[in-house]
Each structure stands twice: as C-alpha cells, then as structure tokens.
C-alpha cells in the first residue's frame, strides 16, 4: 500500500504525512471490516492484553515506521 501511494504522489507529499493518511485509511478499513465479519469490539476485548499488546507494537514497527523508513529513501 505504501509503494502505490508514494508511486501516486511523485515525491509532492512528505513521507510522514503519505504514511499518516495511509495508517488511517487502514484503521478506518479495519474497523469496518469487523462488524461485516459478525464480530464486535466487545469479542475482541476477551483475547489477553499481551496479544494486543504484541499485535500495536508488530503495527507500529511493520507499518508505521517501516514504511516512512521505506518512503523516505
């Protein structure tokens, strides 16, 4: 998703802000994915805080760092 953005942009955009309005869209798309695939925010408070933990901090690295590493290259 980051290579088609920063292809559409041509370099006009800051990275960061590319990869801002990216991570947006993605958790905007996430959170409307969920009630479409019959869950809710209450099941998914059952799973343990480590695995929330683990899945924000893997989101962070993945995606958030990594591409604006990836974009600014």
Do not use: C, Q, R
Request: net charge negative.
């Amino acid at each position: 998703m980051a290579l088609v953005f920063f292809k559409m942009t041509e370099g006009k955009i800051h990275p960061f802000a590319m990869n801002l309005y990216k991570n947006i869209l993605g958790v905007a798309l996430i959170a409307a994915t969920i009630p479409l695939m019959g869950e809710s925010i209450a099941d998914l408070a059952a799973h343990p805080k480590e695995e929330f933990y683990i899945l924000l901090i893997s989101g962070f690295l993945g995606i958030a760092l990594a591409d604006t590493v990836f974009s600014t290259a």
